[in-house]
C-alpha cells in the first residue's frame, strides 16, 4: 500500500481530552481518578481503552520525566492516563530542546489533535509530523495487540453499520402497500432478514468472545524484528543531536 492509500484520520475541533481544574501539589498518585475521567479512560499514547487492555493495567505518566522535571512530579498537566505498555516503552526518555525545535517530541491528547498528525494504513498508523513519526517508534505505536485492536473496532463497526441498516429497512418497509401475489414471498423475505440479523448479532457476540481470551498479550512471532526496526529508526533520530542527550540524569 503506499502512501497516497492512507487513510485519513477524521478530524475533530472539539478536544477530546478536557483536563479537569484540580490543583497542584498532591501526590501524583492521586490524581488517577480524576486522569481516567478525563483521558476517557483511554491510554494518551495509543488510544486504547480500559476495557480493550484485558490483562494490560493503566498508570500515571509523566509526560516530562520526573528524573530530568522533579519540579513537574505533581503538576496536572504533566500527567498522563497511560497503559503500562506505552508507559513502559516511554519510559525516562527526554526530548532535547535541539530535537524540539526541530518538532520532535512525543504526541500529547490535551494539546494536539489526533487527525493532525495521524492516518492509518491498513492496521498500521503512520506519523504525518516528526512529532508523530517519533511517537510512533518511541512508544511502539503498531504492537501486534494495537493492530488487533484496529481489526477488531474495524469488524465491530462493520457488523453495526449492517445491523442498523437493516433495522431501519424493515421499520420502514411496509407490507400493505405492495400487491397481493407478492406479500407472502415479502413477508417470508423479511422473515429472513429478521434472522440474519439474529445471527449477524450472534456474530458479534463470537467476536467478542474469540478477543475475551486476552489475544493482546499473546507473543508476536514477528516481535524482534519489529523491534530491531523501530530501534534502529529511533537511533537515526537520535543521531542526529549527537551532541544532545537523550535521558535525563538522576539528580540527588
Not at 513537574?72 to 527526554?94: F, H, I, Q, W
Not at 491528547?109 to 498500521?124: C, T, V
Not at 462493520?158 to 415479502?186: M, W, Y
Amino acid at each position: 500500500m503506499s502512501d497516497d492509500e492512507l487513510t485519513q484520520v477524521q478530524r475533530s475541533d472539539v478536544d477530546l481530552v478536557i483536563r479537569s481544574g484540580v490543583p497542584d501539589g498532591r501526590p501524583y498518585d492521586e490524581y488517577k481518578q480524576t486522569l481516567r475521567r478525563d483521558f476517557l479512560y483511554s491510554c494518551a499514547y495509543c488510544t486504547m481503552s480500559e476495557a480493550e487492555a484485558q490483562a494490560i493495567r493503566f498508570t500515571i505518566d509523566h509526560y516530562e520525566p520526573k528524573s530530568a522535571r522533579p519540579d513537574l512530579e505533581c503538576v496536572y498537566s504533566n500527567l498522563m492516563y497511560a497503559c503500562d505498555e506505552c508507559n513502559t516503552r516511554k519510559g525516562p526518555r527526554t526530548v532535547p530542546e535541539v530535537a524540539r525545535a526541530d518538532g520532535i517530541r512525543f504526541f500529547r491528547p490535551d494539546q494536539d489533535q489526533f487527525a493532525d498528525h495521524f492516518a492509518r494504513q491498513g492496521l498500521l498508523l503512520k506519523g504525518l509530523t516528526k512529532l508523530a513519526e517519533f511517537t510512533v517508534d518511541a512508544v511502539d505505536l503498531n504492537r501486534l495487540s494495537l493492530r488487533r485492536i484496529r481489526e477488531l473496532r474495524i469488524r465491530l463497526s462493520n457488523c453495526e453499520e449492517l445491523v442498523a441498516a437493516g433495522i431501519r429497512g424493515l421499520s420502514t418497509f411496509r407490507i400493505d402497500q405492495l400487491p397481493p401475489h407478492i406479500r407472502k414471498r415479502a413477508q417470508e423475505a423479511i422473515q429472513q432478514l429478521s434472522d440474519a440479523n439474529d445471527s449477524m448479532e450472534a456474530a458479534i457476540r463470537k467476536i467478542l468472545h474469540e478477543y475475551a481470551k486476552s489475544a493482546l498479550i499473546d507473543e508476536n512471532p514477528d516481535g524482534e524484528q519489529e523491534r530491531q526496526e523501530r530501534l534502529q529508526r529511533l537511533r537515526g533520530t537520535e543521531a542526529l543531536y549527537p551532541e544532545a542527550s537523550w535521558r535525563a540524569s538522576s539528580k540527588k
